[in-house]
């Protein structure tokens, strides 16, 4: 379906946070700066490969003992902004590995060099390594939860829907846990918006890469967060995927985050007192793990 000048437009407002927040620039140059300076505070292991190519690499923040829980965060950036990346939230990490977790962020290849399903397998071979090596790096393969934020929110659901027996014969629930900020779970509204010249959506991957119409085997809670003051369709994304979880059984907690835009929530993460962070480390302590909400 062909759709009109004005419904683009109407749809790139909603969908394209660039033209929402003037100052976006500022908000990914501030992460880096904090990030930069966690990198140098923090032992970590930078750009160990986990494929064949040389986008797909990852960040390690070990834990500061043995059998920590592992928390595993996904960029977004629209599958294709190349100047948001794993080294922009390394600040994530700071009150992360105080709170007892070792911490991973990933990189992967971006449109239009590869598809968004490629994305996905690289994301899928990320997760099968981590499960593999994190013992090295004082993680327990065990008790790995998984973050995302705009299109590693999408990334992340995918993971979530992942048979990972199937896969790798590994553990259905791989996953004990998620976070998902201000993401996408119905890619298809993208065949029309301006990103399609770059990620080159068919109706079948759209389909096939949108996780709101999959059954999730990740069974782990859930907090689905979005900004407040996001356009209507990242509350209506975020919302109906909650609902989706509930409907097969999982705690999912919608939150909409109080004055933050698209950018500004994943500040929070790198504030120990931020309540989002502390969601997010009781996440992983009622799931069993040795994490303390109180670094």
């Known amino acids: 379906m062909k759709l009109t ?5 109407d749809l790139n407002y909603q ?6 927040v003037k100052n976006a620039g500022e908000y990914v140059s501030n992460s880096a700066k904090r990030s930069a300076r966690i990198r140098r505070r923090l032992d970590c292991q930078l750009d160990l490969p986990y494929g064949d190519t040389t986008g797909q690499m990852l960040d390690v923040f070990p834990g500061c003992s043995k059998n920590a829980p592992v928390h595993v965060f996904i960029h977004g950036g629209y599958w294709r902004a190349a100047h948001i990346n ?34 996905v ?15 090295k790096y004082n993680g327990d393969r065990k008790r790995i939860f998984v973050s995302g934020h705009s299109a590693g929110g999408q990334l992340t659901a995918m993971m979530m829907a ?10 259905r629930d791989l996953i004990k846990g998620t976070v998902l900020l201000s ?20 109706a079948r991957e759209a389909k096939a890469m949108s996780p709101m119409y ?27 995927f909650s609902a989706q ?8 907690k919608y939150i909409s985050m109080p004055g933050d835009n698209h950018f500004s929530i994943t500040d929070r993460l790198g504030n120990a007192h931020d309540p989002l962070t502390k969601a997010l480390i009781s996440q992983m302590s009622n799931q069993g793990c040795r994490c303390s909400a109180d670094p």
């Open 183 to 202: 993401g996408l779970f119905d890619i298809e509204p993208h065949r029309h918006t301006d990103l399609q010249q770059d990620i080159r959506l068919t």
């Open 214 to 240: 999959f059954t999730p085997i990740a069974k782990g809670p859930s907090i689905v967060a979005v900004g407040e003051n996001e356009p209507d369709l990242f509350h209506w994304q975020s919302l109906q």
């Open 86 to 119: 794993k080294s922009v939230y390394s600040h994530i990490a700071g009150p992360l590995v105080a709170a007892g977790a070792t911490v991973v962020l990933l990189d992967y290849d971006l449109c239009p060099q590869v598809r968004i399903i490629d994305i």
């Open 5 to 9: 000048k004005a419904q683009v437009k």
């Open 162 to 171: 992942t048979d990972w027996w199937q896969q790798r014969r590994l553990p």
């Open 245 to 252: 979880l509930r409907l097969h059984r999982i705690k999912a």
């Open 121 to 135: 397998e690289q994301i899928r071979t990320a997760m099968i390594w981590i499960y593999i090596n994190i013992e």
């Open 15 to 20: 969908y394209l946070p660039l033209l929402t």
